[in-house]
């Protein structure tokens, strides 16, 4: 059964329970998420556009300082950011998490947001390649083609995809400490490291990457 197969049994079985107690105005909701969840699943899952389930990233049209509430605060700020930054793009803003490196969060390893052997686009409907990652989950470089904008975006990482500078784990947004970022409009490392930290009292965008 398909994804608007199973959507659409739930729903029958929902009516179909409310019917037998005669009681459809004290029913629960069948959807707690909201009707727009409702629509957006029948919409989605059971369409047969596969670029629908491609893995897209964006860059954030707000900016932050270094002080982002660690890697959890800034997936929530790309969670967040996804409806006012790439609307146009599948998928729900919780499925969109920073590609920066922090506690708990290691390129390559552990709580890192990219799949292994993985493309990852930009644009929607029109979706074009901008990195394929390598077997142990790291963009490929060069890219395909440069990220969009000309903001630079907080990852904390090296030159090596090594955790380097992090503001404290981007909880600092003074002066006093340091965070690696990456640049747009480039398809070389420097698209994830570029060289030289910021201060963290800089404010930069994030870029984000559907999970």
């Known amino acids: 059964m398909n994804g608007i197969g199973k959507t659409f049994a739930k729903l029958r079985?929902?009516?179909?329970?409310?019917?037998?107690?005669?009681?459809?105005?004290?029913?629960?909701?069948?959807?707690?998420?909201g009707e727009s969840y409702l629509l957006l699943s029948l919409l989605q899952s059971g369409s047969?556009?596969?670029?629908?389930?491609?893995?897209?990233?964006?860059?954030?049209?707000?900016?932050?300082?270094?002080?982002?509430?660690?890697?959890?605060?800034?997936?929530?700020?790309?969670s967040t950011a996804k409806s006012a930054s790439a609307?146009?793009?599948?998928?729900?803003?919780?499925?969109?998490?920073?590609?920066?490196?922090g506690t708990g969060r290691v390129a390559g390893g552990a709580g890192w947001p990219l799949k292994s052997s993985t493309t990852y686009y930009l644009n929607y409907p029109n979706p074009s390649p901008v990195f394929t990652t390598t077997a142990g989950a790291l963009p490929g470089i060069p890219l395909a083609q440069a990220l969009p904008g000309s903001?630079?975006?907080?990852?904390?990482?090296?030159?090596?995809?090594?955790?380097?500078s992090t503001c404290l784990n981007?909880?600092?947004?003074?002066?006093?400490?340091?965070?690696?970022?990456?640049?747009?409009?480039?398809?070389?490392?420097?698209?994830?490291?570029?060289?030289?930290?910021?201060?963290?009292?800089?404010?930069?965008?994030?870029?984000c990457v559907r999970l």
Do not use: H, R
């Open 13 to 33: 079985l929902f009516i179909l329970a409310c019917a037998i107690t005669s009681a459809f105005t004290f029913c629960s909701k069948p959807f707690p998420e």
């Open 170 to 207: 981007w909880t600092d947004g003074t002066f006093a400490n340091t965070g690696d970022y990456g640049s747009p409009g480039v398809t070389s490392m420097n698209a994830f490291n570029n060289t030289f930290a910021n201060n963290c009292n800089t404010a930069q965008a994030l870029l």
């Open 48 to 78: 047969s556009n596969p670029q629908l389930s491609y893995k897209y990233v964006f860059v954030t049209s707000s900016t932050s300082l270094g002080s982002l509430g660690g890697v959890a605060g800034a997936d929530s700020i790309c």
């Open 87 to 101: 609307a146009s793009l599948p998928g729900l803003g919780s499925e969109y998490n920073a590609l920066l490196v």
């Open 151 to 164: 903001t630079a975006y907080w990852t904390g990482l090296s030159a090596t995809w090594t955790t380097g």
